[in-house]
């Protein structure tokens, strides 16, 4: 037997996967203020949480 042990595409021949669609194309945008938004609700939620202690 001269099988190899690491087939290259023995996932891709599975039944199941073959009837799913092909994987959608990476957005080439990126949305950069991301880290912004979360800066500014994790600044919210901790003053929140702050202010509603010492209150």
Known sequence: MTRRLVLSNEAARHPFRRALPPPPKAAASRNDD????LFLLSFAAFFTCFYT???
Not at 34 to 37: G, H, I, N, P, R
Request: neutral net charge; glycine residues 0%; hydrophobic residues 55%.
């Open 34 to 37: 991301s880290d912004w938004k």
């Open 53 to 55: 202690l010492f209150l």
